[in-house]
C-alpha cells in the first residue's frame, strides 16, 4: 500500500488496517518514497518475562505504597505551601 502524509493525517484507521492484515505500507511525500512502516510482529514467544526487566518490583519493599491509589493521590495533590 502507499500512503501520501496527507493519507496518513486524514485516513490513519485505513493505514491502521492494512498494518493489521501484515502489509508494509510506502509513505510518499510529494510523490516520492520517504519512508516504509511495516507491521510489528506479535508474538509473544519471543517476548521476555517482565520479572527480567531491571525495574520490576524496585518498590516491592516499600512500606508508604501500601495503597497504590492513596499514595498517587498525595503525589498529584496541590502543594500550597511551596513557596
Not at 500512503?3 to 493505514?15: C, E, F, K, Q, Y
Not at 527480567?52 to 495533590?77: C, E, H
Given at each position: 500500500?502507499?500512503?501520501?502524509?496527507l493519507?496518513?493525517?486524514?485516513?490513519?484507521?485505513?493505514?491502521?488496517?492494512?498494518?493489521?492484515?501484515?502489509?508494509?505500507?510506502?509513505?510518499?511525500?510529494?510523490?516520492?518514497?520517504?519512508?516504509?512502516?511495516?507491521?510489528?510482529?506479535?508474538?509473544?514467544?519471543?517476548?521476555?518475562?517482565?520479572?527480567?526487566?531491571?525495574?520490576?518490583?524496585?518498590?516491592?519493599?516499600?512500606?508508604?505504597?501500601?495503597?497504590?491509589?492513596?499514595?498517587?493521590?498525595?503525589?498529584?495533590?496541590?502543594?500550597?505551601?511551596?513557596?
Amino acid at each position: 500500500m502507499e500512503a501520501t502524509i496527507l493519507d496518513l493525517r486524514r485516513n490513519m484507521a485505513d493505514v491502521l488496517r492494512a498494518l493489521e492484515r501484515n502489509e508494509s505500507i510506502s509513505i510518499l511525500y510529494r510523490g516520492k518514497p520517504k519512508a516504509i512502516l511495516i507491521p510489528v510482529k506479535q508474538s509473544q514467544e519471543n517476548r521476555p518475562p517482565v520479572s527480567s526487566i531491571p525495574g520490576f518490583g524496585m518498590w516491592k519493599d516499600n512500606n508508604a505504597v501500601d495503597d497504590v491509589a492513596q499514595y498517587v493521590r498525595t503525589l498529584r495533590k496541590q502543594r500550597i505551601n511551596d513557596f
